[in-house]
Every structure is written in C-alpha cells, then in structure tokens.
C-alpha cells in the first residue's frame, strides 16, 4: 500500500493549507462524504445551494436581474422548483462576450481569470472567485480518487504544457510542485513519431500507479506500442479527459498497457463534471457541485436522448454561469447505476454541437458516425472531416498504401446512406492534420 498518499493528506496538505489558507482538504472531505448520501438527499443539497448562487446573482450581478425580468421573473419566489429554474433563459458565450462586466459579481473584483480557445478557435474569457477555484480541485480529487488516481497516488500526466520557455524559476517551482503533489508531467504538444519511443522510457522508468491522459495522444503512443509489440509499464488505471473517448480508442489503449481505461468529461469553465464509475458503466455527474441539464432544439428539458447541455456551478460566486450552454451534447437518463455510486448518470456524450454535419435538407449526421466508420480501414492512420459549404464535405485523410480506391467507394456509400447522397465528398490525402492550439484532434468540424 502507497505511503505518500496518507503522509500528503494528513500531514503535508495540513500543513501548506494552513500557511496558504486553503479549504480543500475540507471541501474534499465533504464531497467524499456525500457519497454515502441517498439520490434524493444529494439532490435536495443541490436544491439548496443553487437557491443561495439565484439570490447572489440577482442581488450581486447586473445581467441576471435584468435578463430574468426581461422573461417575467421580478422575483425569485417565482422560482420556487427545479421546473421553475428551467424556465430561465439559457445563457451563451456570445452572451457572455457582450456584457461580460454584467455577469462579474460586484462582491468579488479580485477573482481568477482563465481562458479557453474553445472548439471555434476563438479566445473566450470568464472569471471565477477563489473558493470556487477550490471547490473544483476538490471535485476533480474525488472522480480521480474514485478510479484510483486520487490526491498522492504516483501518477503520470501525458498533458499539454505551458506555452512559450518558462525561466529556470518556474522549471523549478513547477518541479517542486509536482512533485509535492506525487505527479510527473509529459508535454503531449512535444509528442511526434521520431520521439514516442522516448516517452515509452518515461513511463518504464516512473512507474507509476495511474495515468492521466489526452484522449489523443495517449492513443497515439498506444498504436505506436502495439504496433512495434514494445513492452511497457503497466499502471494500475489510467484516466483519460479533454477529448471523446471513442471505444476503438480505449481499445487500443487497454490492449497497449494491460489495464483499464476510465473516461472522464469536463471543460474549461467547469472543469470534472463527470467520471465513470469503478465497474465502467456509466459517467456520474457531480450534481452536488453543478447543475447539469440537456434541452433539444426548442429549448424544453429532456432526457433519455441526446440534447444540448446546460450546466450551471453552484460556487462560481465570481462570475456566476447559470444555464450555460457549453457547446457539448450528452445523454441524461434517470437510471441508477449498479456500483452504488448514487450520483446520477450521464449515459453518453455526443460530442460537441459544431460537430454534428449538416445536410442542405436540415438533416444532421453525428460526429460519432465517422470514427466508427474510419476504424474498420485499416489504410486510415488519422482523419478529420470538415464542412465549410452546406452541400460538401472534406475528408482530409492520412492513409498507407493500404488505402485505395475500393476504400474510398465505401466510404462513400456508407455515409450517402446518412447524407442520402445531398453531400458531395472530396477525399484530400495528407501528410498530416495538425492538432488544435491546446493539443486536441478535432475529428469533425462544421462551419455551416
């Protein structure tokens, strides 16, 4: 049994919390706590807080007040149920762009700024106060503790890395941080194919209890590793975030290193808003630290299928995002999940909304489809699907001499069977399809 992991909580993070006045360790040990909790009792907790972050937005920020009167609402005992909350108008990044000074809450002008550039390519910008900043780390040290990669456990990121070359004062306050926190970094960015034999020594020499990862470039090692039948560490668990996890992926990925693959989902303003559960079953939503919400089209709630996600943080004080449409699309169910996890499930995740290709009729195809589809060709290393006309698609593919026209010709007809043919389809045969500006592979990308 790993010493450093009890030494850390109950010693270390003692310690350094009371110098830096931090409540982590507490938040964490609540979060735990509330696992024992029933469904309804995490829910009626949910209840309460999101009454307390209404109260503070309505009194404390500009745009809430104004944008809910403007829908009716003048005071909030009109709000007296869930069902009532989902009657507030949602709120958008385009939203947040355009009367950003409105959502910052006058009691906290010395909040965390952070950015993301988001899966348009556009810088977006938010703010969030410090003891959220707090609860989230928490949040997160829970879904990982879960699936074994919790707060000490010796673990290895395969991560993106700061931008630019950091001074010989950070290199060393970074080293000591991680390693503080009982963690070695990998700069995915850095990953090509003349060095990955590079990273393989890494893991061998670390060893370590779990992996985080990029979906990506994870799978890209994997590859790399069954392909050349290399023998690597095996970890404990490996976690994997930032992007969908596609199963052929996880496949690959399991099959390199002799053990499972948990997934985890989240986002920049969010951070961990769900982690599978120990049995890899079903995604639990951390609803005692979010809202989380899908609508379709017209806007109503629904759930048992795909719908565009909401998510609201109960403890963004700073900058309160409430019914924030994040761009992602899931699938909510009411199911109870057999692990005894009594958080609710998140049954899949479908990918963000610029990923879905559209049709000149108003038809639409799931970014799922194509990398189902482009595993089975074992001529395709890597593709990327990209719409920037109505009626034409692009497929940039990075093929071997495997590939060839028979290929091309299926590939057709299978996707005409879910475009009924109102796509024309250019096959562009590339070197490569860089990554975006944070390290990810975006595997459709709709302009239209």
Known sequence: ??????????????????????????????????????????????????????AHAYQHTQYYPKVWAEAGINDLRDI???????????????????HYAEFVSDLHPNNIRKSTGGSTGQPFHFELDLNSNTRREAVMWRGYGWLGAGLGQKTLYLWGADLGQP?????IKNALYHGFYNRKMLNSFAMNN???????????????????????????????????????????????????????????????????????????EFMLMAADCQEQRNLHINVDHLVVETIDSQGQAITGSSGDLLVTDLYNYGMPLIRYVNGDRATLVEDACSCGNPLPIMASIDGRKLDIIKTPSGGSIPGELFPHLFKEFAGISRFQIIQQQIDQVTMKIVANEQFGDSDKAMITEEINK?????????????DDIPLTASGKHRVTICEV
């Not at 949602?90 to 939203?95: G, Q």
């Not at 879910?418 to 590339?430: A, D, I, K, P, W």
Request: proline fraction near 4%; glycine fraction near 4%; aromatic fraction near 12%.
């Open 1 to 54: 049994m790993a010493i450093y992991p009890s030494f850390l909580r109950k010693i270390l993070m003692p310690s350094y919390e009371a110098i830096k006045g931090k409540q982590l360790l507490n938040h964490l040990n609540g979060y735990e706590q509330r696992l024992t909790w029933s469904k309804e009792q995490l829910l009626a907790h949910q209840w309460q807080e999101l009454q307390k972050l209404l």
């Open 167 to 171: 001074s010989r004062f950070k290199l």
């Open 418 to 430: 879910y475009s009924h043919g109102e796509l024309t389809l250019h096959f562009e045969l590339v």
């Open 80 to 98: 007296a149920s869930l069902s009532d909350f989902q009657q507030l108008p949602i709120v958008t990044k385009n939203d947040i762009k355009q």
């Open 194 to 268: 003349n060095n990955k034999q590079q990273y393989v020594d890494d893991i061998n020499v670390y060893k370590p209890t779990a992996m985080v990862s990029y979906v990506n470039p994870l799978f890209e090692l994997a590859r790399y590793i069954n392909d050349n039948n290399i023998k690597v560490w095996k970890p404990s668990t490996i976690l994997t975030g930032a992007e969908p996890l596609h199963d052929f992926q996880r496949e690959e990925i399991e099959r390199a290193f002799n053990t499972r693959v948990y997934n985890t989902f989240g986002c920049r």
